[in-house]
């Protein structure tokens, strides 16, 4: 049986070749076939960089005694927490709309401002990974009109709807970002094909 330590080596070494560009599409999941019967259904490819790399960098910080429990700790827990989304989540585009699903099933009411989690191409005003540009982005956000104004400035969407943003040329509307637990690169593909607004 394997140490501790010598599984945390091998588990570093995975970690690091995974971030290799040669290695980069073998870390996401193979293409699935879509949700639904029509064929322009999509449903994103799944992709566990993200969280390996969390729990890559919180398992280093959790062998230094000093910043075991902060940042390791919480660091070790977003990653799991990443992980488990990763699994649990489908990104999926049909005829009309992008949808958050697990599996065939709704996942309900959006936590944040209510209402589905599905949204109508036509009211998209923008998206966009963050970092921009980055083979490996942290964060995908949309912006759309279908959200009630009324939920508009709650959460991000203060600072992404105010008077400033706007006179820097943003659109009003509702923010939405998610961890990149999906193909950034397919969903924002996807986004363009679809015919969703982009600044």
């Not at 193979?30 to 449903?43: I, K, Y």
Request: glycine letters at 8%; proline letters at 6%; hydrophobic letters at 45%.
């Amino acid at each position: 049986m394997l140490s501790q330590r010598a599984a945390q080596l091998l588990l570093l070494a995975g970690l690091a070749a995974a971030f290799q560009r040669p290695a980069l599409r073998s870390v996401a999941a193979p293409p699935r076939t879509a949700l639904r019967a029509s064929a322009s259904d999509v449903t994103i490819d799944k992709d566990f960089r993200l969280a390996l790399g969390t729990c890559g960098v919180a398992l280093v910080l959790d062998q230094i005694p000093i910043i075991k429990w902060l940042p390791g700790l919480p660091l070790t827990l977003l990653g799991l927490l990443f992980l488990i989304q990763t699994f649990r989540l489908d990104f999926t585009f049909d005829d009309e709309a992008f949808e958050l699903k697990s599996g065939e099933e709704d996942i309900g009411e959006n936590v944040v401002v209510g209402g589905a989690n599905r949204w109508a191409y036509n009211t998209f005003v923008n998206y966009e990974t963050f970092p921009k540009g980055w083979d490996v982005p942290i964060l995908v956000y949309f912006k759309e009109t279908q959200t009630p104004e009324s939920q508009w400035g709650v959460g991000p969407g203060e600072m992404a709807n105010s008077a400033e943003a706007i006179a820097n040329g943003a659109v009003r509307g509702q923010v939405h970002f998610f961890p990149a637990i999906c193909n950034a690169k397919q969903i924002t593909d996807e986004f363009a094909r679809r015919g969703c607004g982009k600044l």
